[in-house]
């Protein structure tokens, strides 16, 4: 059996599919005033089950509001660059 499929669209036709809360501007900036006020307090750990010969993985985190913590990786190439930056 063999299916083909295709879809198209117009980006800038694309509308919202709900309004946006009146208030989410002030909400937005209080949030952004809390977070200022946390210490980034990175901290930065070498995953060496991720890395290989060709990159360094890390796993990264930074303080948040509540005493939580955001996460991500940060993966650096090794060798001579430059390397274009990827954010995911």
Known sequence: DE????AGFEPTKIAPTTKMPADFDSFWE???QE??????????ELSAKHS???????????????????HGWLSVPK?????PAILT
């Open 3 to 6: 299916a083909l499929a295709a």
């Open 30 to 32: 209080a949030q952004k």
């Open 35 to 44: 977070l200022a006020k946390i210490p980034h307090d990175a901290k930065l």
């Open 79 to 83: 060798g001579k660059g430059p390397f």
């Open 52 to 70: 290989d010969a060709k990159v360094d993985c890390y796993k990264i985190s930074l303080a948040n509001v509540d005493g939580k913590r955001v």
